[in-house]
């Protein structure tokens, strides 16, 4: 799994250098700003898994830059926790209504930073399964479990529709058979490398209709791979 990266917004140097160094040590992926406009670039370029944010920065404050990320329709999914050494009330709320996911009270202990943090990534990476999926009319519902192609229903099989889920969530990447099996069937289920092609051919038979099946790619020598980038038909199997 690809590690999360971590973007912290803070104007004084110790402080950052030493949360940089937790979340380095925990795994994380460290992005580091001392402004906000310069914050505002690399969440625009890099696309941070959380903002890690300063309420009191020099010009543009942590707390306004919270309101403008929130605002942004491209950047309001960005999960934002909020740095403050004022731990009155009002500050709290004022932190919460700019559409902060969560605040951290200076001082804090990295056990603390690292809870909440993982807290708020849960939380974020659970909305984002929950939202729709669509490639080029093509629509997978994870709520109410449905496929439709330009408005219409896909019917299928439960595993092909968990099989369609993990490909259209991992999108023009090649796996393997057994990475498949992993990561749809789950690891100790005993499943045959031919069952995979099976269940395969009948997706394929499910989105023919409606011009989809080209999605669904054999890769020679590999395994498949999901891709919009249609270069002909799918190969036969
Ligand atoms: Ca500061």
């Avoid at 917004?9 to 001392?34: Q, S």
């Avoid at 990295?110 to 080029?136: C, F, G, P």
């Avoid at 479990?145 to 019917?155: G, L, N, P, Q, S």
Wanted: glycine residues 6%.
């Amino acid at each position: 799994m690809k590690a999360e990266s971590i973007l912290i917004v803070e104007d004084e140097a110790a402080i950052r250098e030493m949360i940089a160094i937790a979340l380095d040590m925990a795994g994380f992926i460290v992005l580091e700003a001392e402004d906000a406009q310069q914050a505002h670039r690399i969440i625009v370029d890099e696309r941070p898994s959380l903002v890690l944010l300063d309420w009191m920065l020099p010009g543009i404050s942590g707390l306004e830059l919270a309101r403008r990320l929130k605002r942004d329709e491209s950047t309001q999914e960005v999960p934002v926790i909020i740095l403050t050494a004022k731990g009155e009330e009002d500050n709290k709320i004022q932190g919460l209504e700019s559409g902060a996911d969560d605040y951290i009270t200076k001082p804090f202990s990295t056990r603390e930073l690292l809870s909440r943090i993982k807290a708020v990534l849960r939380r974020s990476s659970h909305r984002a399964a929950e939202r729709a999926i669509d490639v080029q009319g093509l629509r997978l519902d994870p709520v109410s479990h449905r496929i439709t192609a330009h408005d219409k229903a896909v019917e299928m099989g439960p595993t092909e529709y968990r099989l369609l889920e993990f490909f259209m969530s991992h999108q023009e990447r090649a796996y393997t058979r057994s990475q498949m099996l992993d990561q749809v069937w789950g690891g100790n289920v005993y499943v045959e490398d031919r069952t995979i092609d099976v269940h395969i051919r009948r997706l394929r038979k499910a989105l023919e209709p409606f011009g989809f099946d080209g999605f669904i790619q054999t890769v020679r020598g590999t395994g498949y791979r999901f891709s919009s980038k249609v270069e002909g038909r799918s190969e036969a199997l």
